[in-house]
């Protein structure tokens, strides 16, 4: 199944979209929130570190390696290193960003893993690492059989999608918490903060839209040659 349009055209506004998700979500944590730090003496500088390495990582990165197979006009096999490889980075940002967040806690002196969106965070991070690893080992390296590989495609395809999805719902639920502590802390509801937190979640589901659209649609004119190559579900 795949849609009638050309996949590049949504890949540039995914491009575009999540530059501009990556600048909100800094000038949150660094103009409105006072920076990142891994060491400080106010934690909640440690605590930045977590919406921002998620945000790049697991969405941003994570989003652009489910595209390259839509958005870079290469060989098959030189897509599979660029999309294992970037989702290896994703996959290494989201691990610091979570062992920001739980810094943040032990240093603070919060309960660790209390929250729904700590629950769903830690299977989302456990997915997609074991994602991860199962498309290396039956994709890359040593690979599977043939037909492993054939069977295993669409099911990588579907549950690599489901946990982008899940990690997507995660984070808008991460900003809606933290902006509800914020509120009750004292800032205003209708405040400039307010607006540009839950616009930042916004703008990254608009993000994940175009990352999604861009896998259901046609391929560009050198993956159509590419026998075998991926192809969308
Ligand atoms: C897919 C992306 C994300 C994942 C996998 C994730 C995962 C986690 C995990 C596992 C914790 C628990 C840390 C602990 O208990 O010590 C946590 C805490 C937290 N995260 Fe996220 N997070 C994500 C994105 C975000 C974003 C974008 C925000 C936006 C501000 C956010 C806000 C929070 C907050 C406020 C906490 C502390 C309160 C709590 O534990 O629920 N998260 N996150």
């Given at each position: 199944m795949a849609l009638a349009v050309k996949a590049f055209p949504l890949t540039v506004v995914s491009h575009v979209v999540g530059i501009v998700a990556m600048i909100m979500v800094l000038v949150w944590t660094i103009?409105?929130?006072g920076g990142l730090a891994?060491?400080?003496?106010?934690?909640n500088l440690i605590f930045n570190i977590h919406p921002v390495l998620m945000l790049l990582g697991l969405i941003i990165i994570g989003g652009e390696a489910i595209m390259s197979y839509k958005s870079l006009p290469l060989r098959k096999e030189v897509k599979k290193v660029i999309h294992l490889v970037l989702h290896g980075v994703a996959l290494g940002l989201g691990i610091v960003g979570i062992i920001a967040a739980f810094k943040n806690h032990n240093e603070s002196g919060i309960a660790n893993l209390y929250s729904l969106h700590s629950w769903i965070g830690i299977g989302v991070i456990s997915l997609y690492g074991l994602q991860w690893v199962y498309g290396f080992a039956t994709f890359f390296y040593p690979g599977g059989s043939g037909d492993l590989r054939r069977v295993s495609l669409p099911w990588h395809v579907v549950f690599g999608l489901a946990v982008y999805v899940l990690a997507v719902g995660n984070s808008a639920l991460g900003f809606l918490e933290k902006l509800t502590f914020l509120e009750s802390g004292g800032?205003?509801?209708?405040g400039t903060e307010a607006f540009l937190v839950n616009f930042t979640a916004i703008t990254t589901i608009i993000f994940a839209v175009f990352v999604i659209l861009s896998v259901i649609s046609q391929p560009c004119a050198q993956q159509e040659d590419d026998h075998g190559a991926y192809s969308a579900i």
């Open positions: 103009h409105f929130r891994w060491e400080a003496v106010n934690k800032i205003p509801k209708y």
